[in-house]
């Protein structure tokens, strides 16, 4: 297994460090713990570092060929997606922003005619919030980021190559699609569920049960 450029860094930072907190990692690197948070479940159940409680993680030396590595890579996304947050392009980023945290989500998925046109994040409502901008007056469809430059999967891919797509373009959710049909030469596409960093870390939190 092939480790992302970050996660070898927070590697070579706990074995000069260790025990180390999740803090202290997130200090080094210049990022948040929630940043972390996946590149850590991924180290820890891998068997490279040790989570140690109320003291810090240290790093292990296992191989990262183990029984959990083989049993993520065995997950298809179907097991573990949920269900989509949407919204149509014309709700207005007041009314978004109050629904993302209603339904306390990171990313919500953007419809046209119940086929997937953009998604849009809590890092793109921040940005419009502290622009000044009225966000009772602007509709989503301005700020979202749109198709094709959305990250997808679909059911059948597996979680752990889920997971490091996740971590590499470090964004929070990837909408799990369908493709309906062509028009014009391009997919229709449908999204049917999606997986977050909170259904992965869900995830690695089972198996590591699973495993004690």
């Not at 979680?159 to 959710?173: C, G, R, T």
């Amino acid at each position: 297994m092939k480790l992302s450029p970050r996660q070898e860094e927070i590697v070579c930072l706990v074995k000069e460090n260790q025990p180390i907190t999740s803090e202290a990692l997130a200090g080094r690197l210049g990022v948040t713990r929630a940043a972390l948070r996946a590149d850590l479940a991924v180290l820890t159940m891998i068997g490279t570092l040790d989570a140690k409680p109320k003291v810090g993680y240290v790093y292990s030396g296992k191989s990262s060929s183990g029984l959990v590595y083989s049993h993520i890579s065995k997950i298809k996304v179907s097991e573990i997606m949920s269900k989509p947050v949407t919204v149509n392009e014309d709700t207005m980023v007041y009314d978004a922003i109050v629904y993302l945290f209603l339904n306390d989500v990171g990313t919500l998925f953007i419809e046209n005619n119940g086929i997937l046109t953009g998604a849009v994040s809590r890092k793109d409502f921040l940005k419009i919030s502290i622009g000044g901008t009225d966000i009772h007056k602007v509709p989503v469809g301005v700020i979202m980021t749109r198709m094709p430059n959305i990250i997808c999967a679909n059911e059948n891919d597996n979680a752990y190559d889920l997971a490091k797509k996740i971590i590499e373009h470090e964004i929070d959710s990837i909408p799990v699609v369908e493709i309906l049909k062509k028009t014009n030469g391009k997919d229709q596409i449908k999204v049917i569920g999606k997986v977050s960093k909170t259904n992965i870390t869900k995830l690695f939190v089972k198996l590591g049960e699973n495993e004690n």
